[in-house]
């Protein structure tokens, strides 16, 4: 028999920021025959998933379940409360951040552009300047990324929501928590946000093809009046079946059984501590970056984000054959780079479900490759997240003592 010499031992470290590793318990959940989908069992898991989805984005509002991955929900967003030639405020703050604008301009929305350098999240000063500018509330919605999965940046939602009320805009607010959402903090209710967009590849801990529209009582006000054809991501059809526990079309059912056990995995691990575990894995990465002398893409530390950290490589290396290099020698995946610093930075996706023993292993496998690629780098930097860690640790056991 041949020897098979493009096997590699272990398991494939995925550290992109999403699609995340699926738990086996969520995988095992899944692994069950499948069931009548107008049947009175599917009715009794579809009310529990669409209950416990909104505790989740924190809303006691409905939250519309599409069989769709995030991109499908950017569409039901907007073609459920805008009609052509609306005019939306949109904010550049990476390569997701323009392909939303791209989709509105594809649907006969006019979107206006407010740019960034991609390397900081939305100012909500900005958006509060240019909707006072619109005396005659042209701009019918404000959208907004929460987390920017191309670069890393998080943006101030609830900040954001008190400059629109600063400006007396009656715009929708409407916010992308694909790479936030059971990662970071987030509350659509108390926030004030009209539409938020949910994907369930990645702190939801699912594979891709589930996605969310959670919704205010002002979204569905403006769901009457909307004029954008819509079928499939129709909110009305939706919203009368999810009543009685169906859907208007069948459903990705196995996902749901998933999706159940997603919920209930946050639930015992406690929401609070869920965030708190991310802000801890994001702060001991961004000490090993900072050790080993590379620049992070997100410039301002208030905009740093829980998920995921870019780290920018020195003039000369190529970020997309050190990706390449590291997984054929490490079997490490990172996320890839766009726009302006295509080629110049990778990402590094600490979310969904993680521990610092995996962690650990991602950083010090990386501290191996960019060693390997040549990158001039201080060595140690590991250790330091190491530390912090351990720090970090001993800290919350001697409060528990206390």
């Known amino acids: 028999m041949a020897q098979n010499s493009s096997r590699m031992a272990g398991r494939h ?7 995340t590793p699926v738990p086996d318990r969520v995988l095992r959940a899944m692994d069950t025959p499948m069931i009548d989908h107008r049947g009175p069992e599917f009715a009794k898991l579809a009310k529990k ?5 909104k505790t989740i984005f924190k809303t006691t509002n409905p939250v519309i379940i599409y069989t769709a991955t995030g991109t499908g929900a950017w569409e039901g967003a907007l073609v459920n409360t805008l009609s052509a030639g609306d005019k939306v405020l ?7 951040g323009a392909l939303w604008k791209k989709m509105a301009e594809k649907l006969g929305i006019v979107p206006e552009l407010l740019t960034t350098d991609w390397r900081t999240g939305v100012d909500p000063k900005v958006i509060e300047a240019r909707l006072r500018e619109d005396k005659n509330h042209e701009i019918k919605a404000v959208c907004v990324l929460h987390n920017e999965t191309s670069t890393g940046c998080l943006s101030p939602i609830a900040e954001i929501r008190k400059a629109i009320d600063a400006a007396g805009h009656p715009a929708l607010y409407m916010v992308d928590t694909i790479s936030s959402l059971a990662s970071a903090d987030y509350r659509h209710d108390e926030w004030g946000v009209d539409v938020s967009v949910g994907g369930a590849q990645k702190g939801l801990m699912l594979p891709p093809g589930m996605s969310f529209n959670a919704i205010s009582d002002k979204a569905i006000a403006a769901n009457k009046t909307a004029k954008l054809p819509k079928s499939f991501f129709a909110w009305d059809e939706m919203l009368a079946m999810n009543k009685v526990g169906f859907f208007p079309y ?28 991310h802000d801890r894995l994001a702060e001991a990465t961004r000490r090993a970056v900072k050790h080993w002398g590379l620049e992070i893409l997100c410039r301002d530390a208030k905009y740093y984000s829980p998920t995921l950290t870019a780290v920018l490589l020195p003039e000369g290396f190529n970020a997309d054959s050190f990706r390449a290099m590291a997984l054929e020698t490490f079997n ?28 650990m292993g991602c950083l010090s496998v990386t501290e191996m490759a960019l060693q390997l690629f040549g990158v001039p780098i201080k060595k140690g930097g590991a250790q330091v997240a190491m530390d912090y860690l351990v720090t970090a640790h001993g800290g919350a056991k001697k409060q528990a003592a206390e």
């Open 49 to 53: 998933c669409l209950d416990g989805i």
């Open 250 to 277: 069948t459903p990705a059912t196995l996902m749901l059984f998933g999706l159940d056990t997603g919920i209930e995995m946050l639930h015992e691990e406690g929401l609070d501590n869920v965030f708190a575990r």
């Open 13 to 19: 470290f995925l550290h992109i920021p999403g699609p």
């Open 332 to 359: 490490i995946s990172y996320g890839a780079s766009f726009g302006p610093f295509a080629g110049r930075y990778f990402r590094i996706g600490h979310l969904g479900d993680i521990n610092d023993a995996m962690l």
């Open 90 to 96: 949109m904010v550049e703050t990476g390569q997701f």
